[in-house]
C-alpha cells in the first residue's frame, strides 16, 4: 500500500502496474484513505475540552417512571449544557419551545419529558423516547452513556460520510475514462482511479485538520486531480500500442490488461510443459 500511495502521488503512471490487484485490495486500501480522512474528526472530539457534566445536582433533574422531571429550584429552563458541540436544553413539560429558540445554537437537543429532540438551525430533525427503563440506571448514568454514544456516533457517522465522499469522487472520476471502456473492464478501471485519488484524499486529511482557506484548497484539489489525469494518459497510451501491434482489426474486440498477464502465463506454462 505504500508503493501504491507513493507512485499515485509522485508517478501516477506506474499505477497501471498495480491493475492485477483484487476488488478487495482496492475496497480496503479506500477504507484506509477514509481513515486517514477521518483523523481530524478524530482529533476534534479526542481533544475536545468544553463538554459540561450532566448531572442531577447540577442540573436540577431527576429520571421519574421514564421521564425528565426537573422540579429542583435551581433548576432554569435557559440553562445549556455541551455535550461535543450540541447544546443541551432540559425544559420542564409546560415549557414551550419558542422561549428557549433564541438560545438554540446550529445543533441542539431539547430534553422535555419523556422526549429527546434534535434540532438542526432550529428546526426540529428527529425526535425519539429513550428513557424507557432507564430509571434502573438513573440520571447520571444515563447522560454519562449519552456522552459516549454522541461521540461514537459522530465518529462513525463522520467515517462513512467522508467514505460516501471518497466513492463519489472516484465514481465521477471514472468519466474521463469512458471512451476506454471498450477495451478496459470498468471493475479494473474504477481500482487504479481508486488507487489515483490518493493525493485528494490526503489534501481533505490536511484540509480538514489545518483548516485552510477555501480558494487553497481549491488550487490544491486540481494539483491533486493530476494524478488521475496522468494515469488516463496513460491507459490510453498503453491501450493505443496493444491495438496497433495486434492490427486494426482488435479495434472491435474487448482489450483487458489483465488478459494479457493471463495469456504470458499460460505461453510460459506450455514452454515448461514441452
Same mark, same amino acid.
Given at each position: 500500500m505504500y508503493n501504491i500511495a507513493k507512485d499515485s502521488i509522485f508517478q501516477p503512471r506506474n499505477l497501471i502496474t498495480y491493475r492485477n490487484k483484487s476488488g478487495w485490495f482496492a475496497f480496503f486500501y479506500l477504507m484506509i484513505l477514509t481513515l486517514f480522512m477521518s483523523i481530524g474528526a478524530i482529533v476534534f472530539y479526542?481533544?475536545?475540552?468544553?463538554n459540561d457534566v450532566i448531572t442531577t445536582e447540577i442540573t436540577g433533574c431527576v429520571l421519574n417512571s421514564g421521564t425528565v422531571v426537573c422540579e $429542583?429550584?435551581?433548576?432554569?429552563?435557559?440553562?445549556?449544557?455541551?455535550?461535543?458541540?450540541?447544546?443541551?436544553?432540559?425544559?420542564?413539560?409546560? &415549557?414551550?419551545?419558542?422561549?428557549?429558540?433564541? !438560545?438554540?445554537d446550529a445543533s441542539t437537543i431539547i430534553v422535555q419529558g419523556d422526549?429527546?429532540?434534535?434540532?438542526?438551525?432550529?428546526?426540529?430533525? &428527529?425526535?425519539?423516547?429513550?428513557?424507557?427503563?432507564?430509571?434502573?440506571?438513573?440520571? $447520571?448514568?444515563?447522560?454519562?452513556?449519552?456522552?459516549?454514544?454522541?461521540?461514537?456516533g459522530s465518529l462513525v457517522v463522520g467515517f462513512a460520510g467522508n467514505l460516501f465522499l471518497l466513492l463519489f469522487i472516484s465514481l465521477v472520476s471514472t468519466i474521463p475514462f469512458i471512451?476506454?471502456?471498450?477495451?478496459?473492464?470498468?471493475?479494473?478501471?474504477?481500482?487504479?482511479v481508486i488507487f489515483a485519488i490518493t493525493p485528494i484524499a490526503f489534501l481533505m486529511t490536511f484540509y480538514n485538520l489545518l483548516d485552510l482557506h477555501q480558494m487553497?484548497?481549491?488550487?490544491?484539489?486540481?494539483?491533486?486531480?493530476?494524478?488521475?489525469?496522468? !494515469?488516463?494518459?496513460?491507459?490510453?497510451?498503453? &491501450?493505443?500500442?496493444?491495438?496497433?501491434?495486434?492490427?486494426?482489426?482488435?479495434? $472491435?474486440?474487448?482489450?483487458?490488461?489483465i488478459e494479457d498477464d493471463e495469456s504470458e502465463e499460460s505461453e510460459n506454462s506450455e514452454d515448461d510443459d514441452s
Open positions: 479526542a481533544g475536545y475540552q468544553n $429542583d429550584p435551581s433548576h432554569e429552563d435557559s440553562d445549556k449544557y455541551t455535550l461535543y458541540g450540541y447544546t443541551l436544553f432540559f425544559l420542564n413539560e409546560d &415549557t414551550d419551545i419558542s422561549e428557549i429558540s433564541a !438560545l438554540m422526549r429527546l429532540d434534535f434540532y438542526m438551525d432550529g428546526q426540529r430533525f &428527529t425526535s425519539m423516547s429513550i428513557f424507557t427503563g432507564s430509571d434502573e440506571i438513573g440520571f $447520571d448514568d444515563f447522560f454519562a452513556s449519552m456522552k459516549v454514544a454522541i461521540l461514537i471512451r476506454l471502456r471498450k477495451f478496459i473492464k470498468f471493475g479494473k478501471i474504477y481500482k487504479l487553497l484548497f481549491f488550487v490544491l484539489m486540481f494539483i491533486g486531480y493530476r494524478s488521475i489525469y496522468l !494515469l488516463q494518459r496513460e491507459l490510453y497510451y498503453q &491501450t493505443m500500442m496493444h491495438l496497433q501491434s495486434h492490427g486494426s482489426n482488435t479495434v $472491435d474486440s474487448e482489450y483487458s490488461l
